[in-house]
Each structure stands twice: as structure tokens, then as C-alpha cells.
């Protein structure tokens, strides 16, 4: 069974770099055609993708957070981490990490709030 699991601070100061990380188990994040993803929902809004690391570490990022962002990882953890930077309040969000394997989103962690505020 594949658990995510993610982890961060869940209040962050405006234009501060904000860091979560995603833990999996069950899986190894190397797992041919595993894609690991970051997804976030502002209050009010849908679904937002933001970033994903194939299992060959090739890295793919949303045009819209592509200056912001990047996806690092350990795979002796067995983690992916994602790094937001100069946040803004409209960064509040949910933010999911998820594996999608064939273009469909099969598993996902519970979700962490993160709040952008001073």
C-alpha cells in the first residue's frame, strides 16, 4: 500500500521560501512510470498543480510558479521536497503531495495547510 505523507510548516511569513516535504512509503519514488506531484487548492478555488518529479528525476513545473519553485529529493528517504519561494498570501493553500501513474492521480497524501501570513 503507497502512503504519502506530507510535512511543513504550516504558517509562513510573506516572501519567505516555503518548504514541504512528502514521505512515501510502500513505493519507491524511482518506481518505473510513478510521477510524484505536488498539488495545491486555495480556499474558494480548484485544484492547482504545481510540480511533479518523474521516476527518472526529470522535473516538470506549472508555468505560473515555474520562478518559484523547485523539487529536490532524497531516495535514500524515500522523499520529495518542494520549495515554494517569496510566498505571498495567495499561497495559502492546501497543499497535496500524489503519485499519478498513467496519467491518473492514484494515490494521495491528506493534504497540509500552509498559511501566508505576517
Known amino acids: 500500500q503507497v502512503q504519502l505523507q506530507e510535512s511543513g510548516p504550516g504558517l509562513v511569513k510573506p516572501s519567505e521560501t516555503l518548504s514541504l516535504t512528502c514521505i512515501i512509503s510502500?513505493?519507491?519514488?524511482?518506481?518505473?512510470?510513478?510521477?510524484w506531484s505536488w498539488i495545491r487548492q486555495s480556499p474558494g478555488k480548484g485544484l492547482e498543480w504545481i510540480a511533479h518529479?518523474?521516476?527518472?528525476?526529470?522535473?516538470y513545473y506549472s508555468p505560473s510558479l515555474k520562478s518559484r519553485t523547485s523539487i529536490s529529493w532524497d531516495t535514500s528517504k524515500n522523499q520529495v521536497t518542494l520549495e515554494l519561494s517569496s510566498v505571498i498570501p495567495e499561497d495559502t493553500a492546501v497543499y497535496f503531495c500524489?503519485?499519478?501513474?498513467?496519467?491518473?492521480?492514484?494515490?494521495w497524501g491528506q493534504g497540509i495547510q500552509v498559511t501566508v501570513s505576517s
Open positions: 510502500g513505493e519507491s519514488i524511482s518506481t518505473t512510470g510513478a510521477y
Open positions: 500524489a503519485k499519478k501513474t498513467d496519467s491518473v492521480y492514484d494515490y
Open positions: 518529479r518523474s521516476y527518472s528525476g526529470a522535473t
